[in-house]
T-cell receptor, first 116, second 111 residues
């Protein structure tokens, strides 16, 4: 089956830049999404890369390289409120997924702690 | 604009009891899913639906049933609760390749 790998924890200083990587163990997939989840809350959508390259939304950017089955989320000018878990997600090719190609498969998440 | 609504928010059950977690969305989304979230395990897909009358199993379907009689509603049933089903349950919906919307979650404890 498919799997996504992310670092389990990252710590960064307020005002700094942090990059959270995500690799996918298959030859192809339909785009890469990122979701943010604060403790006790629901996941919320951050960004989506349908094509290779960089997508920028304010302080957050996301990158995708299909040939490398790799992507990352870049957070700039970190704020304390950015402390949360970040999940990458893909919609795998139908041949690889017992759940069909309709539903998202999520990584286990990266817990980001922003310190003063 | 309610989005995805889950009820109840919290529930405690005894082993062997049954219950239904409710999920409703008002965005006319065709795709709906149920996930469970356990510490260190991320979000694991339980069951999903691609439209009214169509459901299928996800990664961890055992012990759960679903039905999709309308576009709006996608209830999750625990037939005989077990302590291993203690978790946080999220319902989600989306349309096409648009972002997935999640409910606020149901925190379920099985004693």
């Amino acid at each position: 089956g498919q799997s996504l790998e992310q670092p389990s924890e990252v710590t960064a200083v307020e005002g700094a830049i942090v990059q959270i990587n995500c690799t996918y163990q298959t030859s192809g997939f339909y785009g890469l999404s990122w979701y943010q989840q604060h403790d006790g809350g629901a996941p919320t959508f951050l960004s989506y890369n349908a094509l290779d390259g960089l997508e920028e939304t304010g302080r957050f950017s996301s990158f995708l390289s299909r040939s490398d089955s790799y992507g990352y989320l870049l957070l700039q000018e970190l704020q304390m409120k950015d402390s949360a878990s970040y999940f990458c997600a893909v919609r795998p090719p139908q041949r690889d997924s017992g759940a069909g190609s309709y539903q998202l498969t999520f990584g286990k998440g990266t817990k980001l702690s922003v310190i003063p | 604009n309610a989005g995805v609504t889950q009820t109840p928010k919290f529930q405690v059950l005894k082993t062997g009891q049954s219950m239904t977690l409710q999920c409703a969305q008002d965005m006319n989304h065709e795709y709906m899913s149920w996930y469970r979230q356990d510490p260190g395990m991320g979000l694991r897909l339980i069951h999903y639906s691609v439209g009214a009358g169509i459901t299928d199993q996800g990664e961890v379907p055992n012990g759960y049933n679903v039905s999709r009689s309308t576009t709006e509603d996608f209830p999750l049933r625990l037939l005989s609760a077990a302590p291993s089903q203690t978790s946080v349950y999220f319902c989600a919906s989306r349309s096409g390749d648009q972002p997935q919307h999640f409910g606020d979650g149901t925190r379920l404890s099985i004693l």
